[in-house]
């Protein structure tokens, strides 16, 4: 229940009712739609039409202002930029696409480029200048006044892919001995630099960090009281080399707004906040996506297409190669298709289904064991209901595809064959679409990386020599073969 300030005690009719503006995602999409046309129209007027794009950014969010400039052309973007004053501009590269960000910086000078990293929240700006280059990133920072450019230097030091990559050092400590008068003040004297504030860190004469203080304890408290005596030492920390995906793993699991990250002395050196560990879980789950497919990072920032091609060659070999095999295995059993030609027509039912299912299960595996919900206590019942889930989805898929061949050609044979391979096939799919990303696991393999070609080749070959196996059986067994 929300308890406020009582109301006005006219009545409610005279009151004059603020507008408010509720959208839908659909509207804000449609928003975005009609505003990359708007600005494509007036960008081709050129200076005619540069105060007419300044009127029409005023008081649309800079997110949806960056999902504009993604779609962009990088120099149509980068006019727009210029437009606009330094921090609404520094807001909206903040929030762009990585891969639409990189070739715009191009185009903007290092000077101004600097300033913009001067706007920026610390993480933000070591993010942009880690975009660029060497030679672009060491001429950028050196236009940046001296304190930004230490803390961007000191962020740039970590890997991308941990804390002390992810971590901003804009944050609020007091030490243990201060009283909450204190503390509020330092939150007042660091309201201009701190743009997120969640908790209040609190250190001791070394810096080391020994509790945090909510901001609704701090309001309640009273003034005089030793933050000593109302924080909670119970403090949830990450060291600096942490990886990013163990961090969001620890602010899901404990519902953190956000976490301290501490040096490996204990020290205070900054902080993570929930919208750094969503971008991370993001970007997370793209890349198992993209490792799956074979594709990568460079795909969409590479403006090579020999590169590009390069990069997915290995992942299209391994496909070759298992065609090639498969080739091998109907090679080998010729004299029963020459036989029994009608087996051929549902080859790519059995090879297709049953990839599709082990894909599919591996994928569920591969982001469990991302995210910790896949771990060594769970292993068995991941694998059994996986393999429950083969069974179901193998009796339903067998007895349709079996039917219908039944149907089709007449012959109750052939539906038997059919309907037999789709379910061993993928049942067997499906089991080993869970078994092979934990024991690429255990053996310190990437699973998102290796399963996918793995699972692809595993059964196509083992879903056709189940598929002839039974049909030289069960034809034997009917007389026929």
Not at 121 to 149: I, M, N, W
Not at 308 to 334: C, K, M, Q, T, Y
């Amino acid at each position: 229940m929300f308890i406020g300030w009582p109301g006005p005690t006219r009545p409610a009719a005279t009151c004059e009712q603020p507008m408010v503006m509720r959208r839908t995602p659909e509207d804000l999409e449609e928003h975005k739609r009609e505003l990359i046309s708007t600005l494509d129209h007036l960008l081709e007027q050129g200076e005619a039409g540069a105060g007419s794009i300044r009127n029409l950014l005023i008081g649309v969010h800079h997110a949806d202002t960056a999902d504009v400039l993604d779609v962009m052309d990088p120099e149509d973007a980068a006019r727009v930029l210029s437009l606009l004053d330094m921090e609404t501009a520094s807001d909206i590269l903040a929030e762009m696409e990585e891969a639409a960000r990189t070739p715009l910086l191009e185009l903007v000078d290092p000077r101004e480029l600097a300033t913009l990293v001067e706007e920026m929240p610390t993480d933000d700006a070591a993010d942009l200048v880690g975009d660029l280059d060497k030679e672009a990133a060491e001429e950028v920072l050196s236009h940046v006044a001296p304190q930004e450019r230490e803390e961007i230097e000191e962020l740039l030091v970590h890997e991308e892919d941990t804390a002390g990559g992810r971590m901003e050092l804009d944050f609020v400590a007091v030490n243990q001995r201060a009283t909450v008068d204190e503390a509020v003040e330092a939150i007042r004297l660091a309201a201009e630099e701190v743009e997120a504030l969640y908790y209040v860190y609190v250190v001791d004469d070394e810096e080391r960090l020994v509790g945090l203080l909510r901001l609704r304890d701090l309001i309640l408290a009273r003034g005089s009281l030793l933050v000593a005596d109302l924080m909670n030492v119970d403090v949830i920390s990450v060291p600096l080399d942490m990886d990013q995906e163990d961090v969001a793993h620890l602010v899901q699991q404990y519902d953190l707004a956000a976490i301290p990250v501490v040096g490996g002395d204990g020290k205070l050196v900054g902080r993570i906040t929930h919208d750094d560990i969503a971008d991370v879980l993001e970007e997370e789950i793209e890349e198992d996506l993209r490792r799956v497919a074979g594709v990568g990072d460079e795909d969409l920032i590479e403006r090579s297409s020999v590169r590009v091609a390069g990069s997915r060659l290995p992942w299209i070999l391994i496909g070759l190669v298992s065609a090639l095999v498969a080739g091998f295995i109907i090679d080998n059993h010729e004299n029963l298709l020459e036989q029994y030609i009608v087996l051929a027509v549902f080859l790519p039912v059995v090879m297709a289904i049953g990839g599709s299912i082990g894909l599919q299960s591996s994928m569920i595996v591969v982001r469990g064991l991302a995210t910790g919900q896949a771990d060594l206590i769970h292993i068995g019942q991941r694998i059994f209901k996986e393999l429950r889930v083969g069974l179901v989805l193998g009796i339903a898929c067998g007895l349709a595809v079996g039917i219908i061949a039944w149907l089709w050609k007449g012959m109750a044979e052939l539906g038997l064959i059919v309907g037999l391979s789709m379910l061993t096939a993928i049942i067997f799919a499906a089991t080993l679409g869970a078994v092979v990303p934990i024991v690429l696991d255990r053996f310190k393999a990437d699973p998102a990386l290796a399963s996918g070609p793995f699972m692809t080749m595993s059964n196509d070959i083992i879903g056709l020599l189940i598929y002839f196996a039974l049909a030289s059986i069960l034809l034997q067994a009917f007389g026929a073969g």
